[in-house]
Nanobody
Framework: QMQLVEAGGALVQPGGSLRLSCAASGFSLDHYAMAWFRQAPGKEREGVSSISAFGGNTHYADSVKGRFTVSKDNARKTVYLQMNSLRPEDTAVYYC???????????????????????WGQGTQVTVSS
C-alpha cells in the first residue's frame, strides 16, 4: 500500500522550532517531488513549501520564507520541514504531498494547484502557543 505518514507535530511556544517528517511507505520518492501544505481552523489549505524530485530546487510561501526549510532524503524515503521562529499563525494541521513525473525532477511543483499532487498524508498537528 502506497502511503505518506507525517510525524513531528507538537505544541511549541512562539519562537520555538520543530522538525516535521514525512515518510513514504510502499514506494520510492526518487521520482516524486514533495510539498508541505497546512490548514488552520476555519481556513482553506495553503501551500507552505515544495521541493523538486532530485532535491535541488525549492519553493516557499512568502509567510514562511527565511524561517522554514524543506529537505528530501531519497535514500530514507523521507522529506522534512524544519520550522524555526514559529509564530501563533503557524498553528495548523500540516500535510505532505507527493507529485510524480519528470516535470518535477528539477522544478518544484506549484503551491497553489493541488491537482498536481498524487498522494497525500493524513496530517500532523502543529500548535504554537504560550
Amino acid at each position: 500500500q502506497m502511503q505518506l505518514v507525517e510525524a513531528g507535530g507538537a505544541l511549541v511556544q512562539p519562537g520555538g522550532s520543530l522538525r516535521l517528517s514525512c515518510a513514504a511507505s510502499g514506494f520510492s520518492l526518487d521520482h516524486y517531488a514533495m510539498a508541505w501544505f497546512r490548514q488552520a481552523p476555519g481556513k482553506e489549505r495553503e501551500g507552505v513549501s515544495s521541493i523538486s524530485a532530485f532535491g535541488g530546487n525549492t519553493h516557499y510561501a512568502d509567510s514562511v520564507k527565511g524561517r522554514f526549510t524543506v529537505s528530501k532524503d531519497n535514500a530514507r524515503k523521507t522529506v522534512y520541514l524544519q520550522m524555526n521562529s514559529l509564530r501563533p499563525e503557524d498553528t495548523a494541521v500540516y500535510y505532505c504531498a507527493a507529485a510524480y513525473g519528470s516535470s518535477w525532477y528539477y522544478e518544484p511543483p506549484s503551491l497553489t494547484n493541488e491537482a498536481e499532487y498524487d498522494f497525500w498524508g493524513q496530517g500532523t498537528q502543529v500548535t504554537v502557543s504560550s
